[in-house]
C-alpha cells in the first residue's frame, strides 16, 4: 500500500514528532511511505518555547521528509498537496493535536484526490482555550473521511462536533526508542540528585493544565525522604511554581532541570524515579503515559479526561478522584506504604506487549481497509 504521512517529524521536536518516526517506521515494515512536514510548524513569536527543533544532543529519529507546509501561508496549503496527489497515495495519514494547524492540514486535506484521509486525532478541544477554536476544527474535521482517537475522552469531543464521525478508537502505543533501564541509583548519580530517597517524577513541558503547582503542594504534606524530580522546558514563566517551592519550604526536596529534555537523557529520569506523577487538571490523554510504560513505570494520575483509560486503577497506577493537593499526597503516601510499585510494575510489563507500534500499524491499515 502507498501510504502518505503528513505531521512534525524531524527535524522538529517533542511528542508528536516522535510519535509520527515511530508509526513511520512501523509502517513501512510492509508498505511504501513518504513523510511531509512542515517548512514552518510555528511562526517564532508564537512558539513558548525556546527551540522548535531538535539539537546535536537528541537522540532523534533522522526520518526523510519533504519539508512544505507553512502552516501561516495558504500558498503552500496546495503546493502541498499537489505534491502528494503526484504520488497517489492509496491512504493520506494526518496528525492533529491542536486547533492551530486546523486551517493548514485541513487545507491540504481538502484538496487531496482519489486517497483515504485519516486523521489521528490526539486532541479535539484543547485544554488551552482559543477564539478559533470552534473554526479550525471545522475546517480540519470536514475534511477527513476518518479518525483514529487514542482515548474515550477525545472520541466523545470528536463526536459532539461530528456525530455521524467513523472512527477507529485505539490505544497510544507504548514508545520503545529511549533504550534499556538503568539502575536506579545509577540514574539518580547520573542526573546529581541524592541517593535511596522515595522520587517522584514530574516530566515533560510545564504548562498550566499538567498542575504542577498541586504537585508542589502536595509535597509540603510529606515526610523530608519524599522527593520530587521536575524535568521539562517551561512554556511561559517558571516563578509561579517558584514562589510555591519557596514559599512551601521545599527547595531542597524539589529538583529542578527546567529544559529541553532530549531522547538520549531521557532513560536517566525515569530509571531514577519510583512514580510518574500525571496530577493534570484537564487532558484528553498523555504521551508521558506510553514513556513510563516503557520503563515499567507506575503512574499516579488525577482522574480528568482520558488519564486513566491508560492508567488501571490498582493495577498500573492510581487514580486521585479530583485535581486536588491534599489526595494527589494521599494517594502518593498509599502508594510508598503499601509498597504497590512491583506489582503495578508488573502488570505493566504483562500490557505492554499487545500495545506496539506494529500493532497499532496494523490496525490502523485494517481501518483503511473498510473505508
Same mark, same amino acid.
Given at each position: !500500500?502507498?501510504?502518505?504521512?503528513?505531521?512534525?517529524?524531524?527535524?522538529?521536536?517533542?511528542?508528536?514528532?516522535?510519535? $509520527? /518516526?515511530?508509526?513511520?517506521?512501523?509502517?513501512?515494515?510492509?508498505?511504501?511511505?513518504?513523510?511531509?512536514?512542515?517548512?514552518?510548524?510555528?511562526? %517564532? #513569536?508564537?512558539?513558548?518555547?525556546?527551540?522548535? #527543533?531538535?539539537?546535536?544532543?537528541?537522540?532523534?529519529?533522522?526520518?526523510?521528509?519533504?519539508?512544505?507546509?507553512? $502552516?501561516?501561508?495558504?500558498?503552500?496549503?496546495?503546493?502541498?498537496?499537489?505534491?502528494?496527489?503526484?504520488?497517489?497515495?492509496?491512504?493520506?495519514? @494526518?496528525?492533529?493535536?491542536?486547533?492551530?494547524?486546523?486551517?493548514?492540514?485541513? /487545507?491540504?486535506?481538502?484538496?487531496?484526490?482519489?486517497?483515504?484521509?485519516?486523521?489521528?486525532?490526539? %486532541?479535539?478541544?484543547?485544554?488551552?482555550?482559543? #477564539?478559533?477554536?470552534?473554526?479550525? %476544527?471545522?475546517?480540519?474535521?470536514?475534511? @477527513?473521511?476518518?479518525?483514529?482517537?487514542?482515548?474515550?475522552?477525545?472520541?466523545?469531543?470528536?463526536?459532539?462536533?461530528?456525530?455521524?464521525?467513523?472512527?477507529?478508537?485505539?490505544?497510544?502505543?507504548?514508545?520503545?526508542?529511549? /533504550?534499556?533501564? !538503568?539502575?536506579?541509583?545509577?540514574?539518580?548519580?547520573?542526573?546529581?540528585?541524592?541517593?535511596?530517597?522515595?522520587?517522584?517524577?514530574?516530566?515533560?513541558?510545564?504548562?498550566?493544565?499538567?498542575?504542577?503547582? *498541586? *504537585?508542589?503542594?502536595?509535597?509540603?504534606?510529606?515526610?523530608?525522604?519524599?522527593?520530587?524530580?521536575?524535568?521539562?522546558?517551561?512554556?511561559?514563566?517558571?516563578?509561579?511554581?517558584?514562589?510555591?517551592?519557596?514559599?512551601?519550604?521545599?527547595?531542597?526536596?524539589?529538583?529542578?532541570?527546567?529544559?529541553?529534555?532530549?531522547?538520549?537523557?531521557?532513560?536517566?529520569?525515569?530509571?531514577?524515579?519510583?512514580?510518574? !506523577?500525571?496530577?493534570?487538571? /484537564?487532558?484528553?490523554?498523555?504521551?508521558?503515559?506510553?514513556?513510563?510504560?516503557?520503563?515499567?513505570?507506575?503512574?499516579?494520575?488525577?482522574?480528568?479526561?482520558?488519564?486513566?483509560?491508560?492508567?488501571?486503577?490498582?493495577?498500573?497506577?492510581?487514580?486521585?478522584?479530583?485535581?486536588?493537593?491534599?489526595?494527589?499526597?494521599?494517594?502518593?503516601?498509599?502508594?510508598?506504604?503499601?509498597?504497590?510499585?512491583?506489582?503495578? $510494575?508488573?502488570?505493566?510489563?504483562?500490557?505492554?506487549?499487545?500495545?506496539?507500534?506494529?500493532?497499532?500499524?496494523?490496525?490502523?491499515?485494517?481501518?483503511?481497509?473498510?473505508?
Amino acid at each position: !500500500m502507498k501510504i502518505a504521512l503528513l505531521s512534525a517529524f524531524y527535524p522538529y521536536r517533542g511528542g508528536i514528532a516522535q510519535f $509520527s /518516526g515511530m508509526l513511520y517506521r512501523a509502517l513501512e515494515e510492509e508498505h511504501e511511505v513518504k513523510a511531509y512536514t512542515f517548512s514552518r510548524q510555528y511562526p %517564532n #513569536f508564537l512558539f513558548p518555547g525556546s527551540s522548535q #527543533f531538535v539539537t546535536e544532543d537528541d537522540n532523534a529519529d533522522p526520518i526523510e521528509t519533504e519539508r512544505l507546509l507553512d $502552516s501561516t501561508n495558504p500558498a503552500t496549503f496546495g503546493k502541498t498537496a499537489r505534491r502528494i496527489n503526484r504520488e497517489q497515495p492509496d491512504v493520506f495519514i @494526518s496528525q492533529y493535536w491542536m486547533t492551530f494547524f486546523g486551517p493548514s492540514i485541513g /487545507g491540504v486535506q481538502k484538496r487531496l484526490k482519489n486517497t483515504k484521509r485519516i486523521s489521528i486525532l490526539h %486532541n479535539v478541544i484543547p485544554h488551552e482555550k482559543r #477564539f478559533f477554536d470552534k473554526w479550525a %476544527n471545522r475546517r480540519f474535521l470536514k475534511h @477527513s473521511d476518518a479518525f483514529v482517537v487514542l482515548s474515550d475522552a477525545v472520541l466523545k469531543d470528536l463526536l459532539s462536533l461530528k456525530p455521524d464521525a467513523k472512527y477507529l478508537r485505539i490505544d497510544h502505543p507504548v514508545y520503545s526508542q529511549f /533504550g534499556a533501564k !538503568m539502575d536506579a541509583i545509577e540514574a539518580q548519580k547520573a542526573i546529581g540528585v541524592p541517593v535511596n530517597k522515595k522520587y517522584l517524577l514530574f516530566f515533560g513541558f510545564i504548562r498550566e493544565y499538567k498542575g504542577l503547582d *498541586l *504537585l508542589l503542594k502536595s509535597m509540603a504534606d510529606l515526610p523530608e525522604d519524599y522527593h520530587l524530580i521536575v524535568a521539562g522546558e517551561v512554556y511561559g514563566t517558571f516563578d509561579k511554581y517558584q514562589e510555591i517551592i519557596n514559599d512551601e519550604g521545599i527547595a531542597d526536596r524539589v529538583h529542578l532541570f527546567n529544559a529541553y529534555i532530549s531522547d538520549d537523557e531521557v532513560t536517566r529520569y525515569f530509571s531514577a524515579a519510583d512514580v510518574c !506523577m500525571l496530577p493534570y487538571k /484537564g487532558a484528553t490523554q498523555s504521551g508521558i503515559t506510553a514513556i513510563a510504560h516503557h520503563f515499567d513505570l507506575p503512574i499516579i494520575a488525577t482522574d480528568v479526561g482520558g488519564l486513566k483509560e491508560n492508567t488501571k486503577h490498582n493495577e498500573t497506577g492510581l487514580i486521585v478522584p479530583t485535581p486536588d493537593s491534599k489526595l494527589i499526597t494521599q494517594s502518593i503516601q498509599h502508594y510508598f506504604e503499601d509498597g504497590l510499585k512491583e506489582g503495578f $510494575s508488573q502488570n505493566i510489563q504483562n500490557e505492554k506487549k499487545e500495545n506496539s507500534w506494529e500493532n497499532f500499524a496494523k490496525k490502523l491499515i485494517e481501518f483503511s481497509e473498510t473505508l
